[in-house]
Nanobody, 124 residues
Framework: QVQLVESGGGLVQAGGSLRLACAASERTFSNYAMGWFRQAPGKAREFINCISSSGGTVYYSDSVKDRFTSSRDSAENTVYLQMDSLKPDDTGVYYC?????????????????WGQGTQVTVSS
């Protein structure tokens, strides 16, 4: 079973940057679309980003588009989320996800695998 382990969260001031990484435990990861969700306190879980298995297609939510950049390194079984121009509204727990589909989906129920989450806090 694929296991996902996130890293790179932390505390940053508004306008700053963080880079999240998600390492997958198996090479089958290369066949899966991957992505990120986040959950802020008292709010519903929110789709942030998805990158297809080939890396050729990437989607972002409107709330992070033009500020966040996703990439994947199949040799390292790792996906990254570069977060720039961070805002206090970006605060939350960020979850790495993987779906058995090779193409992206916005729907959380289609992501079979979830990491444990990493906290991102943006101070004003």
């Amino acid at each position: 079973q694929v296991q996902l382990v996130e890293s790179g969260g932390g505390l940053v001031q508004a306008g700053g940057s963080l880079r999240l990484a998600c390492a997958a435990s198996e090479r089958t990861f290369s066949n899966y679309a991957m992505g990120w969700f986040r959950q802020a306190p008292g709010k519903a879980r929110e789709f942030i980003n998805c990158i297809s298995s080939s890396g050729g297609t990437v989607y972002y939510s409107d709330s992070v588009k033009d500020r966040f950049t996703s990439s994947r390194d199949s040799a390292e079984n790792t996906v990254y989320l570069q977060m720039d121009s961070l805002k206090p509204d970006d605060t939350g727990v960020y979850y790495c996800v993987a779906t058995r589909l090779s193409t992206c989906t916005w729907f959380s129920h289609e992501y079979t695998f979830w990491g444990q989450g990493t906290q991102v806090t943006v101070s004003s």
